[in-house]
């Protein structure tokens, strides 16, 4: 039959089922490399190709079955067509070459470049073809079904089900490497933000609280002077009022329900007739947990508590948003009174800092899986209070106890970290 069709005929029909066949190629792979999540988004803005795309992802068994079958019947028409254009230019012998040479054609014109330039740009590939497959899958709905069918009966005996494939959640660690990945496209701040709020499940009320022993309010066994002048000096605009000590808490006083702070007086009767009542949360709440709870009470201060009722320290929602955006009023170039720079590149720190402000306001890499404070870790690692002049190493970081006393580290002397640590890393 093709002996009366000329040959240029013939080769044109060649290029174009090789045309084809490269088509079905580069689509079956953009498509399947498509972002579902950027897909889902530009489908949610009205873009046509996206939302066709969309909807032929649903089921990918039937699109895979559709390409398939498109492929093949190209490749093989091909295969066909260059045994006939092979005899007619050189008889049988001629036959075998020709099958070679299509070989080598098909899977660098057909297969290899298409597929390589569809992974590298999907979108501009895939969009333009999910307008095309989809009335071809209305047209040859029938015949993609048995194949489906048929492929899925295969799976089924292998132990492959569907229910296996439809899960495209992201965990908590995908959206961190979401975020580290947008590059350009969201500002360092904003990507630090971002994973300061996907770690608040992390991070509990004990890693940001105001510990016991620095906690300053107001006792009200102090005589009305003392009281006046607390008040007078607080940089806080709600302060917890005790008896005696921070566990016999009695309530939380805003400033702001005092009149004229400066010729302020008054009995301690009226002074508890403006208290709200405290509000408790235990130590190991997470920050999101803790965020939602301030919310729901329109809270903005509680008190940590440990599994025997003792107060362990205070939580504000300063302190969560502070976690989540960083520092408010500290100004990280001094770093408080917690880190003094010295001119040997060294930082002579207190110990009673707390390890992830360090890390924040540092950018140093200590372990925060353990105790809070410097002070904490140093004794953890040696497991004794250490003398002064004492050097450890933690996690690459040279520290030398500068100051103790009876039961604690004092002050320390922290130095540069050690390069090969941060190559490593």
Request: net charge negative; hydrophobic share 45%; charged share 25%.
């Amino acid at each position: 039959m093709g002996a009366d069709v000329p040959l240029a005929t013939l080769i044109g029909l060649l290029v174009t089922l090789l045309l084809l066949s490269a088509f079905f190629s580069g689509s079956e792979t953009a498509l399947m490399s498509l972002n579902r999540y950027q897909l889902r988004h530009k489908a949610r803005e009205g873009h046509r190709g996206a939302k066709i795309a969309e909807r032929l992802l649903q089921r990918p068994d039937r699109l895979i079955g559709l390409i398939l079958l498109g492929n093949n019947l190209v490749n093989f028409s091909a295969a066909a067509l260059v045994a006939i254009i092979a005899f007619k230019i050189g008889g049988q012998s001629a036959v075998a070459l020709g099958t070679l040479i299509l070989t080598l054609v098909v899977l660098i014109f057909a297969e290899a470049a298409p597929k390589t330039m569809a992974a590298l740009h999907p979108e501009r590939l895939a969009f333009p073809a999910a307008l095309i497959y989809y009335p071809l899958l209305k047209i040859t709905y029938p015949l993609v079904w048995l194949i489906s069918v048929a492929a899925n009966g295969v799976l089924w005996l292998l132990g492959v089900r569907d229910r296996h494939a439809h899960s495209h959640a992201l965990t908590r660690e995908e959206l961190r490497t979401i975020v580290h990945d947008a590059g350009s496209r969201i500002s360092n701040r904003y990507r630090r933000m971002l994973i300061s709020i996907l770690d608040l499940e992390r991070v509990t009320v004990d890693d940001v609280m105001v510990p016991h022993n620095e906690i300053i309010g107001i006792d009200l066994d102090d005589e009305p002077e003392e009281i006046e002048s607390i008040i007078s000096a607080s940089e806080h605009s709600r302060l917890p009022v005790y008896r005696n000590n921070i566990d016999k808490v009695v309530g939380v006083l805003h400033l702001r329900r005092l009149a004229n702070l400066a010729q302020f007086s008054f009995e301690k009767d009226d002074l508890i007739k403006l208290l709200d009542e405290p509000y408790f949360v235990p130590e190991g709440t997470p920050l999101s947990t803790q965020l939602v709870q301030f919310q729901r009470r329109r809270q903005r201060i509680a008190m940590v508590v440990d599994e025997y009722g003792d107060i362990q320290g205070i939580v504000t929602l300063g302190d969560i948003l502070e976690e989540i955006v960083g520092e408010f009023t500290t100004d990280p170039a001094d770093n408080g009174d917690d880190v003094v720079r010295e001119e040997d590149n060294t930082f002579l720190v207190k110990a009673t800092a707390n390890i992830r402000e360090l890390n924040r306001t540092q950018d140093w890499q200590l372990p925060t899986d353990g105790p809070k404070t410097l002070n904490g870790l140093i004794l953890e690692m040696l497991e004794t209070i250490p003398d002064p002049a004492t050097c450890l190493n933690i996690n690459g970081y040279p520290i030398e106890i500068v100051q103790t006393d009876d039961y604690r580290v004092r002050t320390v002397r922290i130095g540069p970290r050690s390069a090969e640590i941060e190559s490593a890393e």
